[in-house]
């Protein structure tokens, strides 16, 4: 047999999806196919990810589909407008991406409410919107998660097992 053709049975395929995000993915890869490559920054915020994006893009060129869960982290900061400049940042830069391209929007965690639900609620109305000037699909799942314990880890922000599942399952 030639090295031509044992290096290509050797050569795998890539991935045809990409989920790209902060600690709302971090346990989404064991439901997820072969074909879907997940990559996890526990601690970005949305401006870390507008930064590394493009180059994470150009190392899987055979991905069709780019998912991005991001926005938790920065709800905590208390800056709506910044990080509505932030998503812009972002949306720009992935408008230039030849796949499709996905933006989830954050999850509600079961245990707040007041002000970081409120900014939460408002953040996603506008992302909402914002994405429908760009080549971008929203992904809307607040219904999905919002007050179902049941999908959550005990702390209330992370997903379980079925809530992950969910999560990759929905509305794509």
Not at 39 to 51: M, Q, R, Y
Not at 128 to 155: D, M, Q, S
């Amino acid at each position: 047999m030639s090295n031509s053709k044992r290096l290509q049975g050797k050569l795998k395929p890539g991935p045809k999806t990409l989920i790209v995000g902060d600690n709302t993915i971090r346990d989404i890869q064991r439901v997820c196919s072969k074909n879907t490559k997940v990559i996890c920054f526990p601690k970005d915020v949305v401006s870390n990810l507008t930064e590394k994006i493009l180059s994470i893009v150009a190392e899987h060129p055979t991905v069709r589909n780019i998912i991005i869960h991001v926005g938790w982290n920065d709800v905590a900061k208390q800056q709506s407008e910044v990080l509505k400049q932030d998503f812009t940042e972002l949306l720009n830069t992935v408008s230039s991406v030849k796949t499709g391209v996905f933006i989830s929007r954050p999850i509600p965690p079961v245990r707040y409410a007041g002000e970081r639900f409120s900014r939460l609620w408002a953040l996603n109305k506008w992302l909402a919107t914002a994405c429908t000037a760009y080549p971008v699909n929203f992904i809307e799942h607040f219904h999905i998660f919002w007050e179902r314990r049941h999908l959550f880890k005990g702390n209330g922000l992370f997903l379980n097992k079925p809530g992950v599942k969910l999560l990759r399952c929905g509305p794509v």
